[in-house]
């Protein structure tokens, strides 16, 4: 892949925006450029008359592996640990307030910040292929500013679960704790369905129904994603976040866990 080569496609077609996770290469991390790119095509989708609702894609296996460490271990750990986690915040936030319904496809592995993102959509079809996981634990740290989006939909002990744990599980768990609405056998055609259905609905009664839907959680947003934040950047630099994360890039088990 070229570095001009976009990492999310946009495209639009009958009134669906689709923005296409493509950057396989690192496993659709969400690296700067990423972000930079879906949140231009969230914007572009909610200024553009013409689109009803958006749909979240990827190619490759992984529909997204949550932070690029690669990036992480690159810079001054506190200075980038606040950006990163104030472009988080942002990200997950537009997810949530963006009066068109947003669909997540997913047929493929989803981890960490990734679940974020998958939380902040309003509805998600997951294949067969999907797997999910909050691994954060494991690299000495915890799922700080994705609890904005996750808490509200996952039942409490099945938080409790897999926030301590770090385990994976598959679609249809993940159907049945929250995060996941509905699984298919082919997620496309359950998507392209959804999306008929959603547009039958009009613009501003879209709007305001998913308003009335999320007004918990941006109302979480205001109250606590600064102490969040705060916490967040605190953790980075910290020697198990240091031997987490190379223990990570280095593919070996970290000092704790062997």
Known sequence: MTETAPFVRYEVSDGVATLTFDSPHNRNALSS???AELLRGLDDAAADDAVRVVVLAHTGNTFCAGADLSEASDADPAVAADERTRVMIGVLRRLVEIPKPVIARIDGNVRAGGMGIVAGCDLVVAGPASSFALTEVRI???PFMISLTLLPRLSPRAAGRYYLTGEK???AEAEQIGLVTVT???PAAEVARLC????KGSPQGLAEAKRLVNAG???EFDTSAEELARRSASFFGTPEVHEGMLAFLQRRPPSWAE
Do not use: M, N, Q, T
Not at 196 to 199: G, M, P, Q, S
């Open 169 to 171: 599980f598959d679609a």
């Open 33 to 35: 450029k990423l972000v």
């Open 217 to 219: 959680i941006l109302a």
């Open 184 to 186: 298919a056998d082919d």
């Open 196 to 199: 008929a259905e959603v547009r």
């Open 140 to 142: 000495g740290l915890a």
